[in-house]
């Protein structure tokens, strides 16, 4: 389900991403369709100097609580690349449709995206962490200890 708001991805996120989804598509992608979503994403994102984006926009690595619109349960979750995904640590793989859909969006947001029983919406309601709020390119950022997973209400 395809997103109209604009989107903003730091020039970093964009080189490296594009990079790396290069190297997937040459190596023959195991998720065709998950690397043509994201790619649809990054070509429609406005690509910004990482000192420039606003410090609530999800940027790799970020890590956010969101909230199921349905359900009303609250997340702790951190954009990865699929290397680093790890769903019972809160690590969502950029490359999920999840991970593809909050990638360039704001607090206050809210992303939806197709799922087997229809659709699935979720609110980004906090910025816990962006790398760059902290001066970091996202591949830059130190790695600590993050809560993750689901949170009382």
């Known amino acids: 389900m395809p997103n109209k708001k604009h989107v903003y991805i730091t020039e970093c996120d964009f080189e490296r991403l594009s990079e790396w989804l290069d190297t997937l598509e040459k190596d023959g992608a195991e998720s065709p369709r998950a690397v043509a979503e994201l790619k649809k994403e990054m070509e429609r994102a406005r690509v910004v100097s990482p000192r420039r984006?606003?410090?609530?926009?999800?940027?790799?690595?970020?890590?956010?609580?969101?909230?199921?619109?349905?359900?009303?349960?609250?997340?702790?979750?951190?954009?990865?690349?699929?290397?680093d995904a790890n769903v019972d640590e809160g690590k969502i793989s950029v490359l999920a449709p999840v991970g593809t859909g909050l990638l360039g969006y704001r607090v206050g947001d809210t992303v939806a995206w197709e799922v087997p029983g229809g659709v699935r919406r979720m609110k980004i309601m906090q910025m816990l962490y962006q790398p760059?709020?902290?001066?970091?390119?996202s591949h830059d950022q130190e790695q600590g200890e993050f809560d993750h997973g689901r949170m009382a209400h």
Do not use: Y
């Open 132 to 137: 760059e709020a902290h001066g970091r390119c």
């Open 53 to 83: 984006i606003d410090d609530d926009v999800v940027t790799m690595n970020s890590r956010i609580l969101v909230k199921d619109m349905v359900t009303h349960e609250h997340f702790r979750w951190q954009i990865v690349f699929p290397r």
